[in-house]
C-alpha cells in the first residue's frame, strides 16, 4: 500500500480485514506520523501496548478468524477517557502520574471491536474549555494555521485527524465542544 495515510478509516479497515495491508504495519505508519507532532496534539502514546494489539489482530486475519466491524482501526482517544494501565492527566498537571485501575466504558467497547489506542490527545484542562488553548501541556495549534486555535476542548483529537496521524480519534462534548 503506497500511503496508509490517505486511506479513510472504513477503507483501513477493510484493507486491513482483508490482509492487504498488515495492522502492524498501519500502526507503525501513524506511530511514525504522530512523532512529528508539530501542533502539540498528543499528550501520551501507546506504541508498545498498540503494537502488540496490532500483531494480534494480524494473527487472526492470517488465521482466517472473523473479526468485528473496524477491527484493527488505529485511533486516538481524548485524555480525559481512562485506559486500565495507562496514564490520564484530562490534561491537568493535578492528575500527572495518575494510572487507571480500569477501562472506561467506551475503550471497552473499542478493545471489544478490536481497535487499536496509539494514545491519547491533548485538550483543554478537564474538558473545559473552548479553544483548546488551557492545557497544562500547552495549547494545541490549529491544523491549517497553526496560529489558530482548533476551538474546542476536544481540539487534540480533531487536529490529529485533520493531520492525517490517525484515520480516527475520540472527543468528547462537555459544553458543545464537538
Request: glycine letters at 12%.
Amino acid at each position: 500500500m503506497s500511503d496508509i495515510r490517505e486511506l479513510s478509516g472504513c477503507e483501513l479497515a477493510a484493507e486491513i480485514a482483508a490482509g492487504r495491508v498488515s495492522c502492524r504495519e498501519a500502526c507503525l505508519e501513524f506511530l511514525s506520523a504522530i512523532e512529528d507532532d508539530s501542533h502539540n496534539c498528543l499528550i501520551s502514546m501507546r506504541g508498545e501496548e498498540a503494537l502488540a494489539e496490532a500483531q494480534a489482530v494480524d494473527q487472526a486475519v492470517s488465521a482466517g478468524r472473523e473479526l468485528p466491524p473496524g477491527a484493527g482501526l488505529p485511533l486516538l482517544i481524548k485524555d480525559n477517557m481512562v485506559v486500565r494501565g495507562g496514564a490520564t492527566t484530562c490534561a491537568s498537571k493535578i492528575l500527572e502520574g495518575f494510572v487507571s485501575p480500569y477501562d472506561a466504558h467506551v475503550v471497552e467497547n473499542l478493545r471489544k471491536a478490536r481497535m487499536i489506542i496509539l494514545g491519547k490527545t491533548n485538550m483543554d484542562e478537564f474538558a473545559m474549555g473552548s479553544s483548546n488553548e488551557n492545557s497544562a501541556f500547552g495549547p494545541v495549534k490549529g491544523p491549517v494555521d497553526p496560529g489558530r486555535v482548533p476551538g474546542g476542548s476536544s481540539g487534540g483529537s480533531a487536529t490529529a485527524v485533520a493531520l492525517k496521524l490517525v484515520p480516527a480519534a475520540l472527543g468528547s462534548d462537555t459544553g458543545g465542544s464537538i
